[in-house]
């Protein structure tokens, strides 16, 4: 029987318990997601904590704006030799196997360029404003199906901050929040209006940083009442009486470059705007 090194239980039971959990994912509100904690082996995730990069260094990205002030790292190069053995597992069949069951999406395919994913890092002051993910990838020209969150944080403290939000599609509310804790995951479908961040800026001490591992998941195709305009930008919105009200400005001047610009220019604009 199918065993990873970075899981306790046997691939066998892993699908028993997706199986289990798959009505309750589906119907979960805002919108179908699931959070797990100790997931994952914890001596192995350890390993990949401490590979985890120096965000100022090589060709990492920072993201400053009125939406977001992040780090993230570019493609699979900023990976330590543990890191890289667990995101191939994370991409593997197997693993696919069990996100299928656990969300009912068939066909589900990963995304050998990490565009987007990889390592994020948010530090003291930081923050990512409400948003729903861009839903095409610009290589592939797939659909964005799920997101996966491996959170990486030690002993953190909720007065920390950095919860991660889940909002109506309505935007009329925060309906769950969890704090970023060491080996809690997070999966949830991806889709026009499945809004989700950490809107707050980050009050940790200025030591500490908010740490996490993003994969996405993709389709040739999806459900025809998810289909929406093809949107290479992420969609952020504003949370009334709470963010600036340059966001709806500056984010209307985004998405109208993101419709105007064939894909191949606009992945060269975002890099211009994030270096």
């Known amino acids: 029987m199918f065993q990873s090194e970075f899981l306790e239980t046997p691939f066998h039971e892993l699908y028993e318990s997706a199986k289990s959990a798959h009505a309750l994912y589906t119907k979960a509100e805002p919108f179908p997601y699931i959070c797990v904690d100790n997931f994952f ?19 990492d990205i920072r993201y400053k704006n009125v939406n977001e002030d992040k780090f993230a790292s570019r493609s699979e190069s900023r990976f330590g030799e543990v890191t890289r053995r667990y995101v191939h597992f994370l991409n593997s069949q197997p693993f696919l196997a069990y996100l299928t ?21 948010i530090k003291r002051g930081g923050f990512l404003k409400i948003h729903a993910d861009f839903n095409r990838h610009p290589y592939l020209n797939l659909d964005r199906r799920l997101n996966l969150l491996v959170y990486l944080n030690e002993d953190w403290d909720e007065s ?13 509310g925060c309906r769950v929040k969890l704090l970023p804790l060491f080996n809690r995951l997070v999966i949830f479908n991806t889709t026009d209006d499945s809004y989700h961040g950490h809107p707050d800026p980050l009050t940790c001490p200025e030591d500490r940083s908010r740490k996490s591992l993003a994969l996405y998941y993709y389709t040739n195709g999806r459900p025809a009442n998810e289909v929406g305009i093809p949107r290479l930008a992420t969609d952020f919105r504003g949370r009334e ?29 975002k890099k211009y705007m994030n270096k």
């Not at 001596?43 to 965000?55: A, G, N, T």
């Not at 069951?101 to 890092?121: K, N, R, S």
């Not at 920390?160 to 009329?172: A, I, Q, R, V």
Request: proline share 7%.
């Open 41 to 59: 082996k914890p001596k192995l995730l350890k390993q990949v904590l401490q590979e985890f990069p120096d965000m100022n260094k090589d060709n």
């Open 101 to 121: 069951c656990l969300t009912g999406i068939e066909g589900l395919l990963p995304d050998p360029y990490f565009w987007g994913g990889g390592f994020h890092q």
């Open 160 to 172: 920390y901050g950095g919860h991660f939000e889940l909002w109506d599609n309505k935007m009329t």
């Open 241 to 269: 009486g709470m963010d600036s009200r340059h966001m709806k400005q500056y984010n209307k001047m985004i998405q109208l470059v993101s419709a105007l610009t064939p894909p191949i220019l606009f992945k060269y604009y």
